[in-house]
């Protein structure tokens, strides 16, 4: 008789329960450190577990021990199986499916019919939603989310994963990964990143020692085995749980104890398996082949229609004492589930080629869902199908018109695999390239692109590498492989790929510095074709190209009438987007703040660089608002957005706007860690405005430092950008200024003149305030070095007068600062105390350290202490005064403008319990208990005075 093989598993989405009798050994020290992680969730401090060890190790009985101890948490459990990784979102909707709470809405489309295969979701969408079920199940108290063979998991779910874990802050969760091996390829480069972070408790299994062995030889009733033979054992199985369980139940008791007894050559974990199933009987072996084909659990009766068994009870019987098969759900309509993903790699991978294929086929007239079906028919494939490659591109085409690209994705490479004509194949793996870029699973895009033959259409080969190009932030290569493709492609016969290649020329030109460039491709874009292309950005690009050429009024005009920010429908979310941004570069900050708020609220089924755009554009009004706290975590979530989703092109931008946040506040190392992944950034170099960004973020970094030959060191390379649009538009990214005050500082006047000449005229001709203010007050301080007072005087003051018109506190201080500084060393000390003690009240609340130490040797230097916030200063009521933490006023400030539980967690990227545990602190801390009261608490001081 075969041997009995008992372990259990994790099945899709449902808890195999070990037998009684199922033997567990060792693991003191991992039971005792998941436990004390758990306590961790307990208190409200998210923790992640990563268990990992070879196959067989014991990773899932592990788990399910601990489980045991868990008492009343609420356990959602899913598991990756090697013939479902490429099902979109197969793990997520395990665990979703386990809820014992309705989903929330955007959770929905994950639930289907029995059996069916799960739908899909934009990454982002899917992380949110992943989000909101936490949030809603720590309700009833803790929460364990457990994956196992994450290796085999797929990566729509992984990415989801990933999102969600980033972004708990107070949440009772206690998440635990099982995998072979966490930094395997296959996994996204976001949870491996994850997985490796030093907060992450890694548990590392190893094999079982000979003592443990020796007690589950014991816990499998029989005698113990002796050290002699225990050694034995586990140098021929190295520990490993699985393997040797199967020994000491294969080999015979006195042959396993006499160690003078050689022992048979041990024979792999897939040959014990088949030597079961091999004496199991015909009927048996066809019911567990067809489980094998269906997945790593079915209905019975769909299993027993495949393996073509009338009485299936009898075979299940046998398959089930011999350890291949169990009941996953016993009743009316049973499912019977393989006890480990092991005996289930084994069965199918024995299946012969032919006798695989004939199962696939049937399967798919078998299962009631397109979803499966289409999955069989690529299983059963054997070469070139027609029929197949159409259905295949149907049921993309209609997911990446929703939206869903990891599926559409999926489907196209399918699609392409099959398809009966090289150009058919091409011009599929290349749609399947767009939709993967979409799905921000860049890596795999770029060998699907590089995978083109070289007989391909030469248009549409280079086509698809510039593309890939382009979001590898590799600007130059994408530029010339664009136009080649445009100069080759048909515009007649071909509009569309003729239109996509100028909307990704469009992109590039923007990266590049060319505006103009880039709204005559954009233009020539929407000739061609009106629809949106892939990224359905072309309508933003070419505003934000107005923009970035002197033009934002005129953009903001084309960008129309639009409903209140947050009831705009998704389809026109690139047009908010756009005017925010707009907006921001002509000065209307709080009209910026509304339209971005709105768009980062309502994109949550928007592409991944919508998304990323929408947060750093919001992070950079909020910063120039003065709102450093709330700003920073929309930097640093956009920052690690696009790090999770390969976005190298927007990566420098991202981490740029970070550390110019963190610099001002003196945050140093944090600062230093934003900067030097904006610089390292791959093709930072070949792309004008990201490369103008992360070497503004360098200089602001190095003025922080009051170090001026840093400055300009970081700042002076910029200068041979004089053509390039964006670099040197006002109110874009701000460096003209900072180079000119470190060149004041080291004395090179001439030079700062030369600086500042063109910044002034451009400040002028655009009407823009900041950059005028900015202008000015440089101004002073050169005319100040080269004692020209009354010029200098003039030139503050024109600098006061344009700071006034804009809500940009730190902006004003910076001119107060230097103002009173220059008044101070012509001996106007009370005028200048004066002027002083106003930027150190600002300077104050925005906590930027290094202008406020600045300011503070000013004041001493004239004689007189910084001074005392009066009681009564409204900045004191919002601020820290009260013991608010940055990320409650944030939350609070948004509750007190009408915006949602939901709609603040999506804007700041935060689980709505996060939201909810400030706003709870929040309301305590300042004595009221509604969002009547945020709201007159957030007021304006003439509100509140006459309310």
């Known amino acids: 008789m075969g041997a009995v093989m008992t372990s259990g598993g994790i099945l899709n989405g449902h808890v195999n329960s070990p037998a009684p009798h199922e033997a567990f050994s060792g693991r003191t020290r991992e039971l005792a450190a998941l436990q004390e992680e758990f306590r961790h969730a307990r208190d409200g401090v998210p923790r992640l577990v990563l268990i990992d060890g070879p196959g067989g190790i014991g990773k899932s009985a592990l788990v399910r021990r601990f489980l045991d101890t868990a008492g009343d948490a609420c356990v959602l459990q899913a598991s990756g199986e090697e013939n479902e990784s490429a099902l979109p979102c197969g793990v997520l909707a395990q665990f979703v499916g386990q809820s014992p709470l309705p989903l929330p809405d955007s959770l929905g489309s994950l639930v289907r019919t029995p059996r069916s295969a799960p739908g899909t979701l934009p990454p982002l969408a899917a ?59 296959q996994l996204p480069e976001g949870i491996r990143r994850l997985l490796a972070d030093v907060r992450t408790r890694r548990i590392p299994l190893r094999g079982l020692s000979p003592d443990e062995l020796g007690s589950l030889s014991a816990q499998m009733g029989s005698d113990r085995l002796p050290h002699s033979a225990s050694v034995r054992l586990r140098d021929h199985t190295h520990g490993n749980p699985l393997h040797a369980r199967a020994l000491l139940d294969q080999v015979p008791a006195h042959v396993l104890r006499d160690v003078t007894t050689p022992l048979p050559a041990p024979r792999s974990y897939a040959m014990l398996v088949l030597a079961n199933l091999a004496e199991c009987g015909p009927q048996a072996l066809r019911l567990v082949q067809a489980v094998s084909v269906l997945g790593l659990s079915c209905p019975l009766s769909v299993a027993a229609s495949l393996a073509r068994v009338t009485a299936p ?98 489907h196209l490479r399918h699609a392409s695999r099959v398809a009966t004509t090289g150009p058919e194949r091409d011009r599929l793996a290349v749609e399947a390239v767009e939709a993967l870029l979409l ?108 923009g970035l050429s002197g033009s934002a009024k005129e953009g903001i005009e084309l960008a129309g009438d639009l409903p209140d920010p947050l009831l705009v429908p998704p389809s026109n979310i690139d047009l908010l987007l756009a005017r925010g941004q707009l907006r921001l570069w002509s000065d209307d900050l709080l009209g910026a703040r509304a339209d971005l708020l709105g768009a980062v609220a309502n994109c949550r089924k928007g592409t991944v660089p919508l998304r990323l755009l929408s947060a750093s554009a919001l992070a950079q009004t909020l910063h120039r608002l003065g709102d450093w706290d709330e700003a920073l975590i929309h930097a640093e979530a956009s920052a690690s957005i696009a790090d999770d989703t390969e976005q190298s092109w927007l990566k420098p931008v991202t981490h740029a706007i970070a550390s110019w946040i963190l610099s001002a506040r003196g945050t140093w190392d944090r600062a230093s860690a934003h900067l030097r992944l904006a610089l390292d950034a791959p093709g930072c170099d070949e792309s004008a405005l990201a490369y103008a960004y992360a070497a503004s973020a360098h200089g602001a970094f190095a003025e922080a430092r009051a170090e001026p030959e840093r400055v300009v060191e970081a700042l002076r390379p910029l200068l041979d950008f004089a053509s390039h649009d964006g670099v040197n538009e006002p109110g874009v990214v701000s460096w003209r200024e900072l180079l000119v005050d470190a060149l004041i500082q080291l004395g090179d006047l001439d030079e700062a003149q030369a600086v500042l000449l063109p910044y002034e005229e451009r400040a002028q001709a655009r009407g823009q305030h900041a950059a005028l203010s900015a202008a000015a007050r440089v101004r002073g301080n050169l005319h100040a070095a080269r004692r020209e007072t009354d010029r200098a005087q003039a030139s503050f003051l024109r600098a006061h007068d344009q700071a006034a018109q804009i809500p940009s506190p730190f902006g004003r201080a910076r001119v107060q600062l230097d103002h009173g500084a220059f008044l101070r060393r012509i001996g106007r000390r009370s005028v200048a105390v004066a002027q ?86 929040t309301y305590t801390k300042l004595g009221i208990t509604s969002r009547i009261g945020l709201a007159h608490h957030f007021a304006p001081q003439d509100r509140r005075t006459s309310s």
């Open 127 to 185: 992380g949110f939603g992943l989000l909101d079920l936490l949030s809603e199940l720590q309700d009833k108290g803790p929460v364990i989310l457990v994956l196992d063979d994450a290796h085999w998991a797929d990566s729509a779910s992984l990415n989801a994963l990933t999102f969600a874990l980033r972004r708990l802050r107070v949440d009772k969760v206690l998440a635990i990964v099982a995998a072979r091996d966490p930094q395997a390829p």
């Open 313 to 410: 009870l009898p075979a299940l019987e046998r398959a089930v004492k011999a350890g291949l098969l169990k009941e996953a759900h016993p009743g009316a309509a049973p499912e019977i589930a393989f006890p480990h993903p092991l005996v289930h790699a084994a069965v199918y991978q024995d299946i012969g080629p032919a006798h695989r294929a004939d199962l696939h086929t049937r399967a798919a007239a078998l299962v009631d869902d397109d979803y499966a079906s289409l999955r069989h028919r690529v299983l059963a494939a054997t070469g070139p199908d027609e029929h197949l490659a159409a259905a295949l591109a149907a049921c993309a085409r209609r997911e990446a018109a929703t939206g869903q690209w990891a599926v559409a994705g999926q």
């Open 836 to 921: 002083l003690q106003a930027a150190y009240t600002t300077l104050k609340e925005l906590d930027a350290a290094p202008c406020l130490a600045r300011c503070e040797r000013e004041l001493d230097a004239c004689g007189r202490a910084a001074p005392p916030r009066p009681a009564h200063d409204p900045a004191e009521l919002d601020s820290a005064a009260e013991g608010l933490t940055p990320q409650e006023l944030a939350v609070a400030r948004l509750a007190s403008q009408g915006f949602t539980n939901r709609q603040i967690a999506t804007a700041l990227a935060l689980s709505v319990k996060t939201i909810e545990y400030h706003l709870g602190h």
């Open 439 to 546: 799905d921000g699973r860049v890596h795999e895009s770029a060998e699907l692109a590089a995978g083109l033959p070289a007989g391909a259409d030469p248009a549409l080969r280079g086509y698809v590498r510039g593309y890939v190009a382009r979001v590898q932030g590799r600007m130059e290569q994408a530029q010339t492989l664009l136009v080649d493709a445009w100069n080759q492609c048909d515009h007649e016969s071909d509009p569309s790929l003729a239109a996509r290649a100028a909307e990704q020329l469009s992109y590039a030109a923007v990266m590049r510095g060319r505006s103009s460039d880039a709204a005559q491709w954009a233009e020539r874009a929407q000739r061609l074709s009106t629809l949106q292309g892939p990224s359905r950005m072309l309508r933003f690009n070419h505003l934000l190209a107005l």
